[in-house]
């Protein structure tokens, strides 16, 4: 799988977006970009995933450069429970690929009053 | 809740002992991954079983072994304790399709002294 270069640590105003990048730029034709967050004691969580297209669903978005080196996902209006390690991770995807994960150290991010 | 439960939450061990960790897939998930995450980092993939067989292995010594179940539980043993294996050991479950997403458990903090 593609190594992922993030952030260690941002800061983000409560209500509003939170922007986390992540540069992947060895990425193959046929890696998918994912999201996963880990609040503080608990197990990673998914958050979304895309190949190509940009991607929204109920917890964020995921903005993908057309040249697929890096991307964005932006949570629209933060609050303090979005605070949490966020890692980003491409992967190849195929049938029984399942949970082979490989996280990198991720972005910290304070999510403050 | 993702439905995956881990057990037990927390646990004491000397060096050179062995321990088993439990987990309990969510309902109709097929696959499932063990994780180990010492502090400060993000998850270190170790194995992942997918009905019942080991398909996948990361970079982890013989003396970490898994076991999946007909029900799809799992276990993770560890021998030979060593004071780095303490960690959060994590464990995830997905069923087999393509593009899935990964389920965690909220994890055993094996402490070894």
């Known amino acids: 799988d593609a190594k992922t270069t993030q952030p260690t640590s941002m800061d983000c105003a409560e209500g509003r977006a939170a922007n986390l990048p992540c540069n992947h730029s060895t990425i193959s034709g046929n890696e998918y970009v994912y999201w996963y967050r880990q609040i503080h004691s608990q197990g990673p969580q998914y958050i979304i995933h895309g190949l190509k297209n940009n991607e929204t669903n109920e917890m964020a978005s995921l903005i993908i450069t057309e040249d697929r080196k890096s991307s964005t996902l932006i949570l629209p209006h933060a609050t303090l429970r979005d605070t949490a390690v966020y890692y980003c991770?491409?992967?190849?995807?195929?049938?029984?690929?399942?949970?082979?994960?490989?996280f990198g150290g991720g972005t910290r991010l304070m999510v403050k009053p | 809740e993702t439905g995956v439960t881990q057990s037990p939450t927390h646990l004491i061990k000397t060096r050179g002992q062995q321990v088993t960790l439990r987990c309990s897939s969510q309902s109709g998930h097929n696959t499932v991954s063990w994780y180990q995450q010492a502090l400060g980092q993000g998850p270190q993939f170790i194995f992942q079983?997918?009905?019942?067989?080991?398909?996948g292995r990361g970079n982890f010594p013989p003396r970490f072994s898994g076991l999946q179940f007909p029900n799809y539980s799992s276990e993770l043993n560890v021998n030979a304790l060593e004071l780095d294996d303490s960690a959060l050991y994590l464990c995830?479950?997905?069923?087999?399709?393509?593009?899935?997403?990964?389920?965690f458990g909220q994890g055993t903090r094996l402490t070894v002294v």
């Open positions: 991770i491409v992967r190849v995807e195929y049938n029984n690929a399942g949970n082979m994960l490989t």
């Open positions: 995830a479950s997905s069923n087999d399709r393509r593009n899935t997403e990964a389920f």
């Open positions: 079983y997918y009905r019942e067989e080991e398909n």
